[in-house]
């Protein structure tokens, strides 16, 4: 049984710790005593939004553990501050690409997995009212292509694996 890990990407890390950086100082170098009130809240909502940018780039700089992992039987997504989410390939129907664009800009991108039934019951016994998980792509140390690649290989080679088990297969 062989697994694949996936780490974050440390470059998109680090553009994120410097952009966040930069705002916090300019934040500490502006003269808010000369601005309106308007742009006083306006500063302080973008201090505290690149304050939290600012140490998740820390995090994932200094993250040891793989933020998604492959095996023969299951996909696990760990979440930054979140239990990880285990999907079994037995539960999964197919997966697709999807990004978020803003003006043309793309912003985000996902590969969403397709679950059966939004019946399946998650591990702990919870039900998920969705029937799709997401991978948030653009923040592992690999390409899209490449994973979903990974991802239908897998898929494949355990529904193959499951019908010949079975018997479906002559």
């Given at each position: 049984?062989?697994?694949?890990?996936?780490?974050?990407?440390?470059?998109?890390?680090?553009?994120?710790?410097v952009?966040?950086?930069?705002?916090?100082?300019?934040?500490?170098s502006?003269?808010q005593?000369?601005?309106?009130?308007?742009?006083?809240?306006i500063y302080?909502?973008?201090?505290?939004?690149f304050?939290?940018?600012?140490i998740?780039?820390?995090?994932?700089?200094?993250?040891?553990?793989?933020?998604?992992?492959?095996?023969?039987?299951?996909i696990i997504?760990?979440h930054m501050?979140?239990?990880?989410?285990?999907?079994g390939?037995?539960?999964?129907?197919?997966?697709?690409?999807?990004?978020t664009r803003?003006?043309g800009?793309?912003?985000?991108?996902?590969?969403?997995?397709?679950?059966?039934?939004a019946?399946?019951k998650?591990?702990?016994?919870?039900?998920?009212?969705f029937?799709?998980?997401?991978?948030q792509?653009?923040?592992?140390n690999?390409?899209?292509k490449?994973?979903l690649?990974?991802?239908?290989?897998k898929?494949?080679?355990f529904?193959?694996?499951n019908?010949?088990v079975?018997?479906?297969i002559?």
């Amino acid at each position: 049984m062989k697994e694949h890990h996936f780490y974050s990407s440390k470059m998109t890390s680090f553009i994120l710790l410097v952009v966040s950086a930069v705002f916090v100082y300019l934040y500490f170098s502006i003269d808010q005593d000369r601005s309106s009130v308007f742009m006083v809240v306006i500063y302080n909502l973008g201090f505290v939004l690149f304050s939290l940018g600012l140490i998740y780039s820390i995090v994932l700089l200094f993250r040891r553990k793989p933020l998604l992992t492959i095996t023969d039987h299951q996909i696990i997504i760990y979440h930054m501050f979140a239990k990880p989410v285990s999907v079994g390939f037995g539960d999964i129907v197919s997966f697709y690409v999807s990004d978020t664009r803003h003006r043309g800009i793309k912003t985000a991108e996902h590969i969403f997995i397709v679950l059966k039934s939004a019946d399946q019951k998650r591990k702990g016994g919870k039900s998920s009212p969705f029937n799709q998980q997401s991978i948030q792509v653009d923040i592992l140390n690999v390409k899209t292509k490449v994973l979903l690649d990974l991802l239908q290989t897998k898929l494949r080679d355990f529904n193959q694996q499951n019908e010949a088990v079975s018997g479906k297969i002559d």
